[in-house]
């Protein structure tokens, strides 16, 4: 049973506001609690207040977790590489999706985000390929910075999509009839796949990378994503950091501020989700 009983409005946004400087500089894994977190700013419930406890005692035992790179072998692995996916009408009052994307370079992540769409689509397909959309801007912008600060030369950027309705939208011309209701802003992707410039991979939703930014996952599967994304132990902590890291404090988090998700659509449709790390 969900408890409409408030909490002071205040505390609540300082607490938010503290959380979502780890989660947009330091710590990937907050992005999707801080994003519904951050949706109630104006009308926090003690399930909500909760779910922020819950991010905070998991930050307490992971301390020592820091993001780190590392060298990579380039002929087994691209030097950088996104993935990006999208809940499908995540939000039960307004229905609006929720995207998420990471980059991996250096063996480590060095940009994502969480966020709620603009507006609420008519399928996965197209919920997906509005986030892929997101996600390639994002790439052209960090080839152009990496083309910039370094001396190697950037060519085309992988992006794992685990939807192979939306890789076939973004490369083939002849479904324009289906999907003409699309914005043009979002079919520009196409341009550039053919240009080369962006090449989709599948990958499978088991393996997919920015799952933790876009709905709840397991225990397990977060452990594994933090695992991949190199987010571990600074090097004067011996052991492995994945033993000591307690991630069912944050997924309890999920759970207890999804419950808490019982606002009519006027009451929140003024909170925004919007957790994207300042690369």
Request: glycine share 6%; charged share 20%.
């Amino acid at each position: 049973q969900r408890s409409t009983e408030q909490v002071p409005t205040q505390l609540y946004q300082s607490a938010v506001a503290s959380l979502m400087y780890l989660g947009t500089d330091t710590r990937p894994g907050l992005a999707f609690a801080m994003g519904i977190a951050s949706v109630y700013l104006s009308c926090p419930t003690v399930h909500h207040w909760k779910g922020v406890h819950h991010v905070m005692r998991y930050l307490n035992s992971t301390q020592h977790v820091s993001l780190t790179l590392v060298p990579v072998n380039r002929e087994k692995k691209p030097a950088m590489y996104g993935c990006t996916d999208a809940d499908c009408g995540a939000n039960g009052a307004t229905r609006r999706s929720i995207s998420g994307y990471l980059f991996m370079h250096g063996g480590g992540v060095i940009s994502w985000s969480s966020k709620r769409q603009m507006s609420p689509t008519l399928s996965s397909k197209e919920a997906e390929y509005m986030a892929l959309t997101r996600a390639f801007k994002e790439a052209l912008w960090l080839q152009i910075l990496l083309g910039e600060t370094s001396k190697e030369r950037v060519g085309t950027t992988a992006l794992h999509v685990d939807n192979t309705s939306c890789m076939a939208l973004a490369k083939n011309s002849e479904a324009q009839e289906r999907t003409t209701h699309v914005d043009i802003q979002y079919h520009f992707l196409r341009h550039h796949v053919a240009l080369n410039r962006v090449r989709l991979q599948y990958c499978p939703t088991g393996d997919m990378l920015a799952d933790m930014l876009t709905n709840r996952v397991t225990r397990a599967k977060l452990v594994e994503v933090l695992k991949a994304i190199c987010l571990g132990a600074r090097e004067s902590i011996k052991g492995d950091p994945c033993n000591t890291m307690d991630e069912k404090h944050l997924v309890d988090s999920h759970k207890t501020l999804e419950a808490g998700n019982g606002k009519k659509e006027k009451d929140i449709a003024r909170g925004e989700s919007n957790i994207e790390s300042p690369m």
